[in-house]
T-cell receptor
């Protein structure tokens, strides 16, 4: 149980392209999902919290117009990197909060390795 | 906001030995502490978690201890095996904090034959 699917796993594209990443909870409903960015040999840095049916909450320093988040259903959140540039190249990982009261485990997708040429 | 420190950054043990990774947190309101294992290029996997109403939790070879007074928690792996080699992250969150996790900096564990 608690499976989170993330697609695509790898993207290589030209500078200026917009890239959409999908995060799906396959066997549970997730009212809250999270998007992280991870640089090589570093920890996970939270970018934003995605709440179903409402606007995402972005962490300080994360450009909301650059990283568009949509959480239109209880099982799907998307992250769109708009007009991507080489500095946006990174490993992006989503997680979904397991349902329940109080703090619940977050279960992660496989991540998306984004390379902007 | 919450700050989580993790030590050591790298840890090398012989197969069969025990490994201990320690984390400290700053926010006394934090009450949920999960540990994740991440193999190279893969997703972080939840291996164990503990809530602030207990001081210790064990699952086979893995155990976590929590000292709320000192604001630190530790991961203990006994009888280590080569497949335990990975990066381990501790994290902390609190009720009412949007369920956001603050992660430690990670520990690269290497289990040598």
């Amino acid at each position: 149980g608690a499976v989170v699917s993330q697609h695509p796993s790898w993207v290589i594209c030209k500078s200026g392209t917009s890239v959409k990443i999908e995060c799906r909870s396959l066997d549970f409903q997730a009212t809250t999902m999270f998007w992280y960015r991870q640089f090589p040999k570093q920890s996970l840095m939270l970018m934003a919290t995605s709440n179903e049916g409402s606007k995402a909450t972005y962490e300080q320093g994360v450009e909301k117009d650059k990283f568009l988040i949509n959480h239109a259903s209880l099982t799907l959140s998307t992250l769109t990197v708009t007009s991507a540039h080489p500095e946006d190249s990174s490993f992006y990982i989503c997680s979904a909060r397991y349902p329940g009261i109080g703090n619940q485990p977050q279960h992660f997708g496989d991540g998306t390795r984004l390379s902007i040429l | 906001g919450e700050n989580v420190e993790q030590h050591p950054s790298t840890l090398s043990v012989q197969e069969g030995d025990s490994a201990v990774i320690k984390c400290t947190y700053s926010d006394s309101a934090s009450n949920y502490f999960p540990w994740y294992k991440q193999e190279l290029g893969k997703r972080p996997q939840l291996i164990i978690d503990i809530r602030s109403n207990v001081g210790e939790k064990k699952d086979q070879r893995i155990a976590v201890t929590l000292n709320k007074t000192a604001k630190h928690f530790s991961l203990h792996i006994t009888e280590t095996q080569p497949e335990d080699s990975a990066v381990y992250f501790c994290a902390a969150s609190r009720t009412g904090g949007g369920n956001k996790l603050t992660f430690g900096t990670g520990t690269q564990l290497k289990v040598e034959l």
